[in-house]
Each structure stands twice: as structure tokens, then as C-alpha cells.
Nanobody, 127 residues
Framework: QVRLVESGGGAVQPGGSLRLSCAVS??????????MGWVRQAPGAERELIAS????????YYEDSVKGRFVISRDNGKKMVYLQMNSLKPEDTAVYYCAGTADHPDGYEFAWGYDYWGQGTQVTVSS
């Protein structure tokens, strides 16, 4: 059974930081065959891919609105993916999903390219 389990969400004031984690298990192939991403969905909005990382961790992609503030990383030995979020803004409020794809081991910048999804974790940025 494939499981992607996010944790680390919560409420934070503008300018604060959070670190999201995603624990992965049960994928059909070894974890280092998968590109991984973080996708968020704000109320009334479509899902948007905000960060992706290649199978090795050597290549990353960031959507413009988070570039310079968020950092995606992975630990293949632990089958974990992380998203360090700094300088958070109210517009970062959304449900954040961890996602994986074997079709794009170098990562992919569009949410629709991912096959495996977590259940999501809520991030709320408010004063």
C-alpha cells in the first residue's frame, strides 16, 4: 500500500517558518526512482506545484511565489521529503500535499504529472 504522510503543518504568524515532512512507504519501485514535489491548494483555487526535487536531490524547481523563501529536500535513505518554509505570508495559507512520480524522476513542475499523493496538511498564516 502506497502511503505518503505529511506532517508539520499548523498556524503561524506572517514572517514565521514551518518545516513540512513527508514520510513515504509502499511505492512500487525504490524511492530514489521518483521525482517528488510539494503541491498546495488554497480555498477556491486549483492545486499548484510549488516545489519539486529530482530523484538524487540534485535538481530542484520552485514556483516564482516561493522562490527564495522555501527549500525542498529529500533523504532517500529515510524515504523522506521536506519543505522548509520561511518568511511565510498570508497568501501561503493552503493545504500542502506531498506528491511523487516515477514518470518524471528529475521532478516535474506541474501537479497533474504526479501519481501518488498524501492526504495533505493545513498551513495557516495569519496574525
Amino acid at each position: 500500500q502506497v502511503r505518503l504522510v505529511e506532517s508539520g503543518g499548523g498556524a503561524v504568524q506572517p514572517g514565521g517558518s514551518l518545516r513540512l515532512s513527508c514520510a513515504v512507504s509502499g511505492l512500487p519501485f525504490d524511492f530514489d526512482n521518483y521525482g517528488m514535489g510539494w503541491v498546495r491548494q488554497a480555498p477556491g483555487a486549483e492545486r499548484e506545484l510549488i516545489a519539486s526535487i529530482s530523484w538524487s536531490g540534485g535538481n530542484t524547481y520552485y514556483e516564482d511565489s516561493v522562490k527564495g523563501r522555501f527549500v525542498i529536500s529529500r533523504d532517500n535513505g529515510k524515504k523522506m521529503v521536506y519543505l522548509q518554509m520561511n518568511s511565510l505570508k498570508p497568501e501561503d495559507t493552503a493545504v500542502y500535499y506531498c506528491a511523487g512520480t516515477a514518470d518524471h524522476p528529475d521532478g516535474y513542475e506541474f501537479a497533474w504529472g504526479y501519481d501518488y499523493w498524501g492526504q495533505g496538511t493545513q498551513v495557516t498564516v495569519s496574525s
